[in-house]
């Protein structure tokens, strides 16, 4: 299995941007599609978006469509979800996961690592 570590949380104001970034230990990063999810305070985790082990497919939740857009460098063995026009109820932590399967974290869950955690807090 793959060790994350995500990066780039912090305090923006509403309709501004953040990128977090998930680095990948060992060389198998490639093997595995990645996805973030996201939990605010009070409620369950919730998926976010999910792209393949190619970079080629991509997939969101219908709340971050076309603000979010998750991308992959497996040169650096990292994944990126750049959050545009975020809004208050985008606050939460965001964990990055990995998964053998795109489909079962399409499907909203990951089966491999998680990552720790970085806090994204949209203040309006």
């Known amino acids: 299995q793959v060790q994350l570590v995500e990066s780039g949380g912090g305090m923006v104001q509403a309709g501004g941007s953040l990128r977090l970034s998930c680095a990948a230990s060992?060389?198998?990063?490639?093997?595995?599609?990645m996805g973030w999810f996201r939990q605010a305070p009070g409620k369950e985790r919730e998926f976010v978006a999910a792209?393949?082990?190619?970079?080629?497919?991509?997939y969101y939740a219908d709340s971050v469509k076309g603000r979010f857009t998750i991308s992959r460098d497996n040169a650096k063995n990292t994944v990126y979800l750049q959050m545009n026009s975020l809004k208050p109820e985008d606050t939460a932590v965001y964990y990055c996961?990995?998964?053998?399967?795109?489909?079962?974290?399409?499907?909203?869950?990951?089966?491999?690592?998680w990552g720790q955690g970085t806090q994204v807090t949209v203040s309006s």
């Open positions: 060992g060389r198998t990063f490639g093997a595995y599609a």
């Open positions: 792209i393949s082990s190619g970079g080629v497919n991509t």
């Open positions: 996961a990995a998964d053998l399967l795109y489909a079962r974290l399409r499907g909203g869950t990951a089966g491999g690592s």
